[in-house]
């Protein structure tokens, strides 16, 4: 049809991935080589869609949520657990197991063997690959449901929503495009639904790589130079969930001292069994005055991104008066920093939850 990409923005294409090559070789090892390593598979993924026909690369793109949809009714199906171990599961063993029809089952999984999550085996069957091993891992599946059942309906709705208010950010006073869609807040709708906050709660789980890694901190390290005594608090985790990260620092550093707390929503721990083995677990609004005054760490994982700048303010205003009346207390925030320019789709994605 004429609007493939010139073999001349190919070849730049190809100039730009070898530049990001280049720069990935000469990044020392760490935060620079993971950063190489992103810009790279930018460049790369910049590559792949020149080599597409424009025309033809609209269908797929448009039934993108086709994937989510696949890997939620394979979820359904109680399917995963049988790949483990890179075991074949055949299509008849799935059909005879749920009962579906034939064709059916062939469609669904023809999105997974399509995107690279299942590979198509002779017999016919399917064998899980590299790409589709996360979904091994309860976390991630959880994730997945999370997305799918409460954020995508809103997701959807905001052509309309977002007309209807003419294209404006959300505030606090008008809330967020999934209040627009379901009259309240997600936060407040999973603590009158702790059966559906259970797939958010374990799909936090979900991202712990990179800067986002229990691990990227040092907190052994760091603390072991603060002197911590056992009856003090170490850290105070705010909205850190389920505690899985405090969990893993407590594990990293088990001659840590000192109390480890996280606060979060009544409705989030009603979710989960109870606290990992040396955490505590208090029920906090992070919008009201922090009541741990003398803590050494004050932390926040992947909290800020979800609000906007009045009411991110608003919840770090209130650990003011405890940071100036202790200023030796240490404010530690995790989240993505997003680039002005080349944002990836996981940074896009994150940025654009509703
Ligand atoms: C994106 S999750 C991050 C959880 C955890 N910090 C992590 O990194 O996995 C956001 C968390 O904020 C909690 N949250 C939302 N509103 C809150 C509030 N007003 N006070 C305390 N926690 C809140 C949610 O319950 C949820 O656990």
Known sequence: MGSFTTKDGITAAVDALNTAMRALEEAPAGADEAIARRNLRLEATKLAISLGDPNEDVWPRIFQVNLSVAIEIVTNLGLWDAFAGGATVTLMGVVERSGADEMMIIRIMQQLTAAGILADMPGPGYRVTSVGRPYLDQTHRAFNSFVLQEVIPSVCAMPRTLAERGYKSPTSDSGTPFKWANGEELWTFLGSHPQRAQNMVMGMKSLNTGSLAGDAYPFGEELAKLDIKADEVAIVDIAGGQGHIMDEVHKLNPQLKGRIIVQ?????????????????????DMFTP???????????????????DTDASRLLQQLVPVLRAQPWSKLLIVDMVLPDVNVGMLEAGDNAEP
């Open 264 to 284: 979060d929503l009544p409705s989030t721990f009603e979710a989960v069994p109870g606290p990992p083995k040396g955490v505590e677990f208090m029920p906090y």
């Open 290 to 308: 922090q009541p741990v005054k003398d803590a050494h760490v004050y932390y926040y994982r992947h909290i800020l991104h979800d609000w906007n």
